[in-house]
Nanobody, 124 residues
């Protein structure tokens, strides 16, 4: 079992950048595919980005392609979400998620473990 803790959220102006971190407990982090999802107020949770055990398997939502990246550092048991060129529509609670599998997946139903979320607010 793994516990996930997100950090790095906050308030930023449109066009700015933030880097979210998701720290995982346990010694088997390298065996997990990881994902980032977000949920805006009054909307359903949506996929943002996912990475498999290696950087050879990465998916991005169309809405963030070219602006967000999802690097991982297995030595630090951490996955990141680097967010650049932020827009007001990126405002949401961001969640990281993990599942034991090799390849990345964009399906929230595939993930077994979830963090508590971190708020990102982008002002116009």
């Amino acid at each position: 079992q793994v516990q996930l803790v997100e950090s790095g959220g906050g308030l930023v102006q449109a066009g700015g950048s933030l880097r979210l971190s998701c720290a995982a407990s346990g010694r088997t982090f390298s065996g997990y595919a990881m994902g980032w999802f977000r949920q805006a107020l009054g909307k359903e949770r949506e996929f943002v980005a996912a990475i498999g055990r290696t950087a050879g398997s990465i998916y991005y939502a169309d809405s963030v392609t070219g602006r967000f990246t999802i690097p991982r550092d297995n030595a630090k048991n951490t996955v990141y979400l680097q967010m650049n060129s932020l827009k007001p529509e990126d405002t949401a609670v961001y969640y990281c998620a993990g599942v034991i599998r090799y390849s990345a997946t964009a399906s929230a139903r595939e993930y077994d473990y979830w963090g508590q979320g971190t708020q990102v607010t982008v002002s116009s």
